[in-house]
Each structure stands twice: as structure tokens, then as C-alpha cells.
């Protein structure tokens, strides 16, 4: 398992793939265990079948997920010589798909209250400040304000310039006067004092650089202060920041490819989401109900 968990990273799979692929397998790792199975040449159509039986207390989505990691487990076993037959045929295929849901947005008062809400009169005010407003004036995720360094900030050409860790995509962006001055006032009276080449560190000992669920803490914790209505029902994290500058940027008719390379997409396929949350320009495309009285009515009940 663990040969065929470096394998997919030879194949591109990124380390979220690799780690979900290890849950599903180390599940199925559970369950010849219990059945006595000590070698996957052992492994027979009744072994299949009894776990893929077993995993109807499951999600439909975390079932699609698991046949999806055993399907392409066994075909490795049998091209590689470990199992005689290729038993992937066993593994039905799934017709799950995921619901397409609206990103969460901030309207642009809701985010100035936001930014209004941290207290920079203190070390940790003036850190959450600056990893609030990465988020909410660049759109970078929260993976990449986490692990942004020094030499990712190039102050002779007033530009931000790093490598996405979610899709290894090379990006530039603009360092804003706001972002720039806030950045400055964070290292010049709130960074603890550290070797560590990352800009942003924990506010109390041991001074180790951030992690993603504490920004994602952090965001929610201020929109609470703000007094934001309704975040229960909403995302409320750093995510929801980035979706809300796309959002903004629709609403300024700022072109697609342009938000695009704003985010760091890929394509602009992955930039058409935010399409369905830019309502004003939807209701131009509204057509009006005909009369029931009209030819295309006609038989209707």
C-alpha cells in the first residue's frame, strides 16, 4: 500500500488525493485484517465483494471516493504482478455526482466591516489583519498566506510573487499600498523575533509559523466581531473571502480570463462558478413568461 501511495505521487496525485487515498486504504487494510487475509494474494471475488457490501452505512459521496481508490488499488496489484486476475471489474461504478452549490460571498460593506473589526493596536492584531486582508484583496488561499515567505514579497517591483501549493501554478500579484503597510507595520512591531523564513508566526511561544485551521479560526472569529448577520449558514472562513473578490470583480464586469489569473485558476473553466452568483447580470438574461393563452400552451392541463 505504502509503494502504491508513491506511485500516485509519481503520477501527479496531489498530497490531498495521496492522504484520501490512504484513509480509503487503510479501511480496507481494517477489514482483511479482520477477515484473515495477511497476503493481497489471497484476495478472491468474495473479499471484494463483502467490502464493497459493507460500505452502505457510508456517504454516497465517501462511497464514490472508496471505490474510487479500490478500483484503481487493484488494477495496480494485477499490473504489477501481485494479483493473478484483475479484479476491478468487481467494483461497480458510482453515480454519484456533487451537488453544485453557490460559493459563499461578502457584499464589499460587509468585508470593510470585517477589516474594521481587528484590533491593530496589538502584536496578533497586526498579523490577523494583514492574513485578513491577503485573502480578501488578493483571493490567495489560505494554504498559501500560511506559507508565505520573505522572498515571495518583492518590494522594488511592489509585487507578490509565488507558487501555489494547490495547483503549483506560478503567480504574480500586486502589493497594494493597503497590503504593503500593513505587512510593514506587522514585521516592524508585531513579528516575534525568528529565523524562520515565513512572514506570518504564532502570537505566543513557540513562535512557529501558522497553520491553516488557526487562519480559518481567525476569519471566522472576526466576522463574528464584526456583527456580520447570518455567517451560521454560510461559509465563514478565508475561502469565503476569495470568493467574495470574485464576486466583487463581476460586479465591476471585470472579464473572466482577468479574474481568472487574479486567482491563480488554471483555466477559466474553474473560474465559471462564480458566474451564478453575480445576480445583476443574470437578470438580464430572464426571459419573460409567455400568456398561457399562447400556441406553446396549448393542451396543457
Known amino acids: 500500500m505504502q509503494r502504491y501511495l508513491s506511485y500516485r505521487k509519481t503520477q501527479g496525485a496531489s498530497d490531498d488525493t495521496v492522504n484520501n487515498n490512504k484513509l480509503y486504504l487503510h479501511r480496507l487494510l481494517e477489514f482483511l485484517e479482520s477477515n484473515r487475509v495477511k497476503k493481497f494474494s489471497e484476495l478472491d471475488n468474495q473479499h471484494i465483494l463483502k467490502f464493497i457490501n459493507g460500505l452502505g452505512y457510508y456517504s454516497k459521496s465517501t462511497i464514490h471516493c472508496m471505490l474510487s481508490s479500490l478500483r484503481g488499488f487493484l488494477k495496480y496489484l494485477f499490473e504489477n504482478g501481485i494479483l493473478e486476475y484483475n479484479l476491478t471489474y468487481l467494483v461497480p461504478k458510482s453515480s454519484y455526482k456533487k451537488e453544485a452549490r453557490l460559493p459563499t460571498t461578502y457584499t ?6 470585517l477589516l474594521a473589526s481587528v484590533d491593530r493596536g496589538n502584536p496578533k492584531g497586526k498579523r490577523d489583519f494583514v492574513m485578513v486582508l491577503l485573502a480578501a484583496r ?13 522572498e515571495n514579497v518583492h518590494w522594488e517591483t511592489n509585487t507578490i510573487h509565488l507558487v501555489q501549493k494547490k495547483t503549483k501554478k506560478k503567480i504574480e500579484l500586486p502589493l497594494l499600498t493597503e497590503v504593503g503597510n500593513a505587512i510593514i507595520d506587522y514585521l516592524k512591531f508585531g513579528r516575534p523575533q525568528s529565523d524562520l523564513p515565513y512572514l506570518f508566526l504564532r502570537a505566543g511561544q513557540p513562535y512557529d509559523r501558522l497553520e491553516e485551521p488557526t487562519l480559518h479560526s481567525i476569519v471566522s472569529f472576526y466576522l463574528k466581531q464584526a456583527g456580520i448577520k447570518n455567517i451560521e449558514n454560510k461559509k ?3 475561502h469565503a473571502l476569495r470568493h467574495s473578490l470574485a464576486g466583487i470583480l463581476l460586479e465591476k464586469k471585470t472579464p ?3 479574474i481568472s489569473e487574479v486567482l491563480g485558476h488554471t483555466n477559466t473553466e474553474g473560474t465559471k462558478t462564480y458566474l451564478r452568483i453575480d445576480l445583476d447580470t443574470l437578470r438580464q438574461c430572464a426571459l419573460d413568461v409567455l400568456p398561457l393563452n399562447t400556441p406553446l400552451f396549448e393542451g396543457v392541463k
Open 108 to 113: 464589499k460593506d460587509e468585508i470593510k466591516h
Open 256 to 258: 473572466l480570463p482577468v
Open 236 to 238: 465563514h472562513g478565508p
Open 138 to 150: 488578493l483571493g490567495l488561499r489560505a494554504s498559501d498566506i500560511c506559507g508565505l515567505k520573505f
